[in-house]
T-cell receptor
């Protein structure tokens, strides 16, 4: 069964460092997403990506964040200068169309 | 008003009980509706899509009322393995919007 894969599963980084979270969406899917979930809180939308560009982003997705689809298969989220409050679980998701989305297992980001 | 509202619970029920969760959404232009299940520190996993005609999958029944902007999930004959957080998710063309989730604890 096709699945969304994310790497790494856990990343620890120092405040101010750049991190790149990687995702391989399901191959025939067209819509890609990043969400985050701070421990004990709700799943929050960060950004959606369609047709090689950002289609929507939330207030959380400020200039410190960027997304790329560098090679037609990977989908990355970069945080340029991490803050303590960026510590969260980051989920990548993909969907074929206006149907259910499938989520990766997540990357737990810990900023120290 | 929140985009998607759910009672956070927790709902504590004994095995075999029937439990119902409700959800309301604010955007009348929403097009797709889902219930996802999330276990502790895991990714959301699709439980079922929700249609206006209502749909059933084994012990799970979902209903959508577009006029009232209301979605429900009914779980019959609860199992210990049903303990999880149930996420109401509403979508337009682009993003999916999550409710806070309702925590269910099924006890022996």
């Amino acid at each position: 069964e096709p699945e969304v894969t994310q790497t790494p599963s856990h990343q620890v980084t120092q405040m101010g460092q750049e991190v790149i979270l990687r995702c391989v969406p399901i191959s025939n899917h067209l819509y890609f997403y990043w969400y985050r979930q701070i421990l004990g809180q709700k799943v929050e939308f960060l950004v959606s990506f369609y047709n090689n560009e950002i289609s929507e982003k939330s207030e959380i997705f400020d200039d410190q964040f960027s997304v790329e689809r560098p090679d037609g298969s990977n989908f990355t989220l970069k945080i340029r200068s991490t803050k303590l409050e960026d510590s969260a679980m980051y989920f990548c998701a993909s969907r074929e169309g206006p149907r259910e989305a499938f989520f990766g297992q997540g990357t737990r980001l810990t900023v120290v | 008003r929140k985009e998607v509202e759910q009672d956070p619970g927790p709902f504590n029920v004994p095995e075999g009980a029937t439990v119902a969760f409700n959800c309301t959404y604010s955007n009348s232009a929403s097009q797709s509706f889902f219930w996802y299940r999330q276990d502790c520190r895991k990714e959301p996993k699709l439980l079922m899509s929700v249609y206006s005609s209502g749909n059933e999958d084994g012990r799970f029944t979902a209903q959508l009322n577009r006029a009232s902007q209301y979605i429900s999930l009914l779980i019959r004959d609860s199992k210990l393995s049903d303990s999880a957080t149930y996420l109401c998710v509403v979508s337009g063309f682009q993003k999916l919007v999550f409710g806070t989730g309702t925590r269910l604890l099924v006890s022996p």
